[in-house]
């Protein structure tokens, strides 16, 4: 590392303390994500994780770093053989669609891609591979139920992650179940054995230990080492995961190999609703659909998780998705200013350049998005007092823009170019009632030539169950 980069602080879950980080080969860090579980569209508090994962890769990228991120699809678990047993499918079948939904939803929010989502039915062969070294490291055991089972107490470290007291270590006894509280913290699940519900959905595979399928941990555990290596830079997931997922990932993965899992282990807070954990189960989520139909865009949500560090618990409410609108229309109109105007003034490269500098310490300060966003501010009010002043110089207004795409780069919260001429809206919903009247009357041809009109005008409809939306294209 060049001695003139700044450092880059992380809080690591395993020492429970904010650490200096850099990658192990200095140049590209390999994060392994926890993904979705795809039996359901993710909410709006998975995605609050999943930004904060498109947060820390793109941070790390402003310091300089590549990434190498991998986030894996859980394809197959209890409560998706369960749904598809509901539905008379196969795992599959419930899967593919959820799959697709995620990354539309994904795109949406303009989370990047990670560079690999694998899935976990595609790595059978791998998690058979890690299981057979488990046994013959003697710290996994079939048991009477043909399941294959992690013995907690061969492994010294268990526990070390989520702090768990040694007392409740309860070795020997068994849980098969994927999810499990502290309070049963016993031999897990490698290889469970497989009942007629799990052949019915194309859940269970052939295995040493007979038919069967793997247990939730396993997958991220043999995915991780295959495609990342023995040892991680970052691990991250919602802080629900740190037991037993993560617990249980470490000792697989250290039982195996006899490497640290991953040197850092990142965990972000839940986002809640009217003060409780939005989750599936509780049936009080919302979701990316239900965002886009109440016309919030992607900017105002990112803006709305950004603005809450990622440790922190971050409720969801009207009002602060309405503050979000308009700090993103803020930000809309500042890009479009920086775009049209002709000329800056000396103290606009200034505000630029320490904006600049604020921005990158607070991101790489344990990713403090809210300062981050707090520094954008503050140069969008110093640069608009500069631009009134209609300077000439072509040289600060270009540090103004690359300052500006630079700190927008990781927030990327510019909404869809707004409608700002009422005139024009007035205009557009004209045409729009026409055309809803014609489509009722099933005057089809009518309804495509006044949305041909509207495009010759650069208006794009998209028709959604909350009815028309429309914007200016770009
Ligand atoms: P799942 O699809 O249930 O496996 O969860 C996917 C990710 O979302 C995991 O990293 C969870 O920790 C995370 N997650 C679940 N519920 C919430 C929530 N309410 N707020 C933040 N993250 C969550
Ligand atoms: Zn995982």
């Known amino acids: 590392m060049p001695p003139s980069q700044p450092e880059f602080r ?15 080969d200095g140049d590209t860090v390999r994060i392994y994500s926890c993904g979705p579980t795809v039996y359901n569209p993710a909410h709006l508090g998975n995605f609050r994780t999943f930004l904060f994962a498109d947060l820390m890769r793109r941070a790390l990228r402003l310091r300089g770093w590549k990434v190498r991120q991998v986030m894996n699809l ?9 749904r598809a047993q509901e539905q008379g499918k196969t795992i599959r079948e419930v899967t593919e669609p959820v799959t697709k939904v995620f990354h539309e939803d994904r795109a949406y929010l303009r989370i990047e891609p990670a560079e690999v989502y694998p899935k976990a039915t595609d790595y059978i062969p791998q998690m058979i591979v890690l299981v057979e070294r488990l046994i013959a490291r003697g710290v996994a055991y079939q048991a009477e139920d043909n399941s294959v089972y992690f013995a907690i107490d061969r492994f010294p470290g268990y526990g070390r992650l989520s702090r768990l007291d040694t007392r409740e270590v309860r070795s020997g006894a068994r849980v098969a179940q994927d999810d499990y509280s502290k309070e049963n913290a016993q031999d897990f699940a490698l290889w469970k054995s497989a009942k007629p519900e799990d052949e019915a959905s194309g859940a269970a595979w052939d ?6 399928r793997p247990g939730w941990h396993l997958e991220c555990s043999a995915m991780a080492i295959d495609l990342l290596g023995e040892t ?11 037991f037993p997922h993560h617990e249980d990932e470490i000792a697989q993965s250290e039982a195996a190999t006899g490497a640290t899992f991953s040197r850092f282990w990142c965990h972000g807070a839940f986002l809640l609703t009217d003060g409780s954990k939005m989750a599936k189960r509780l049936g009080n989520v919302t979701t990316v659909q239900g965002m886009r139909e109440a016309q919030i865009s992607a900017a105002a949500v990112r803006h709305f998780v950004f603005n809450t560090h990622y440790r922190k618990e971050l409720n969801l409410s009207e009002e602060a998705l309405e503050a979000s609108m308009n700090a993103v229309r803020r930000v809309g109109d500042f890009a479009d200013r920086l775009a049209t105007a002709t000329g800056g003034t000396t103290e606009l490269a200034v505000a630029a350049d320490s904006a600049v500098a604020e921005v990158e310490a607070a991101l790489f300060d344990d990713l403090n998005a809210p300062n ?20 000439s110089d072509t040289e600060s207004l270009e540090r103004a823009r690359a300052a500006f795409a630079r700190i927008n780069g990781v927030l990327d919260i510019v909404p869809e170019r707004q409608i700002d001429d009422p005139e024009l809206a007035a205009w557009v919903e004209e045409r729009l009632a026409g055309r809803r009247a014609a489509r009722e009357r099933r005057d089809f041809g009518e309804a495509d030539r006044i949305r041909a009109e509207l495009a010759e005008r650069g208006i794009t409809i998209e028709d959604t169950s909350a009815g028309t939306k429309w914007k200016r294209s770009r």
């Open 207 to 212: 295995s040493p230990w007979g038919r069967g």
């Open 232 to 242: 991680l830079d970052i691990h991250c997931g919602g802080i629900d995961l740190i």
């Open 372 to 391: 981050a966003l707090a520094g954008l501010f503050t140069f969008i009010t110093r640069a608009n007092a500069e631009l009134d002043k209609r300077g």
């Open 10 to 24: 992380l809080f690591n879950t395993m020492t429970r303390s904010v650490e200096p980080f850099a990658p192990t």
């Open 74 to 82: 859980t394809d197959v678990d209890d409560k998706i053989i369960r």
